[in-house]
């Protein structure tokens, strides 16, 4: 009896219990405990493998029907909440100012960027990845002036010019005045966001701005001009950039955003009108106009060899006009996902 009671208070004793489990009853604890670990495990894995939060830029010009539809209808969180990962977007009137929030690391996608403010970002040593195309536009992209203002390029020399450096319109701007004989010193060039250089256009206080999308068919309404547009001096292209370091560290969220974009695309072709209602709301149009805006766009999914061409094109104008102190291989940035269905 005396033997039982001290087994009886030894298995009380902690550490000492599995010294009396049966072989059975060991195995058993044993799974359970490497069990209870990968358990552990795979919740730690869940919370640190991706982050909490993607930031995404928001911009809707000049017409940038995916984007509004993803952001209106609610597509990205819907496709992040299982990852348990946020959508925090940040309103961004600049492909300059998208690339700066790039390089701060507090952006991490920009759905919609233009080609000259990815190569401007490259060249001066801020990398940004293109990811996919977005749209080839040319009519949407315009130099606007006064009912009394300049009636040809050539008409331009000596006046003021309002609108965003380093931007496609900026190189716009400088393709046309090159084609007609000029030089980009040959304007008064002030740096202004689309909305200050139309107002001042209004104002009278500038002879001619570069506008974009539904500004253009507001400044036509109110008695503006179009001078010129893209088309004829360069090939826009809008492109999905992405930062450097996610793409790299994140690949699977960087092909779930592409994945949503391109439903979205798909749900645009397949539903025009209600994309296009959309649209217009948010731009405050009528239907009539954004369903104009709609065929200007040029929405596409894949690149081209043409549009690479376009790009290296680019990249050699900006340098012959000393807007990049060097030149740059736009295949570098370029990811492998740009080029797939």
Same mark, same amino acid.
């Given at each position: ?82 990852? !348990?990962?946020? &959508?925090?977007?940040?309103? +961004?009137?600049?492909?300059?100012? %998208? *690339?700066? /929030?790039?390089?701060? =690391? ?18 001066? !040593?801020?990398? &940004?990845?293109?990811?996919? +195309?977005?749209?080839?536009?040319? %009519? *949407?992209? /315009?130099?606007?002036? =006064? ?18 450096? !380093? ?175």
């Amino acid at each position: 009896m005396r033997n039982k009671a001290w087994l009886e208070n030894q298995s009380m004793i902690p550490g000492s219990f599995s010294l009396f489990l049966t072989p059975h009853s060991s195995f058993l604890i044993f799974h359970l405990v490497v069990f209870a670990n990968l358990l552990f495990c795979a919740e730690i894995n869940a919370q640190t493998r991706y982050p909490q939060t993607v930031n995404i830029s928001y911009i809707i010009t000049p017409f940038n029907l995916q984007i509004m539809v993803m952001k209106e209808q609610r597509l990205l969180e819907q496709a992040f909440a299982p990852l !348990g990962v946020n &959508v925090r977007w940040h309103v +961004l009137n600049s492909g300059a100012a %998208q *690339t700066m /929030a790039m390089a701060a =690391g507090s952006l991490d996608i920009a759905p919609v960027i233009n080609s000259a403010s990815v190569i401007l970002a490259n060249a001066a !040593g801020n990398p &940004v990845e293109i990811a996919a +195309l977005v749209c080839r536009p040319k %009519q *949407t992209f /315009a130099l606007m002036v =006064g009912p009394r203002g300049p009636r040809n390029i050539r008409e331009l020399r000596g006046k003021t010019v309002a609108g965003a450096k !380093g931007s496609v319109l900026h190189q716009m701007l400088i393709a046309a005045l090159v084609k007609e004989g000029m030089k980009a010193s040959d304007v008064k060039f002030i740096q202004m966001d689309l909305a200050e250089a139309r107002s001042a256009l209004l104002a009278n206080r500038v002879d001619a701005a570069l506008q974009t999308s539904s500004l253009i068919i507001r400044n036509e309404e109110a008695g503006m001009r179009t001078l010129f547009t893209a088309d004829g001096y360069i090939n826009p292209l809008l492109f999905t950039a992405v930062r450097p370091a996610f793409a790299k560290n994140y690949p699977e969220l960087l092909r779930l955003y592409l994945d949503v974009q391109e439903k979205a695309y798909d749900w645009i072709n397949a539903n025009p009108a209600e994309a296009v209602e959309i649209g217009s709301r948010i731009h405050q149009i009528s239907k009539e106009d954004g369903m104009k805006l709609y065929q200007w766009s040029g929405l596409a999914k894949v690149m081209e060899a043409e549009d690479v061409s376009s790009l290296e094109a680019d990249v050699d104008f900006l340098y012959q006009q000393n807007m990049i102190e060097q030149k740059i291989n736009p295949r570098a940035f370029i990811l492998p996902s740009a080029f797939n269905k």
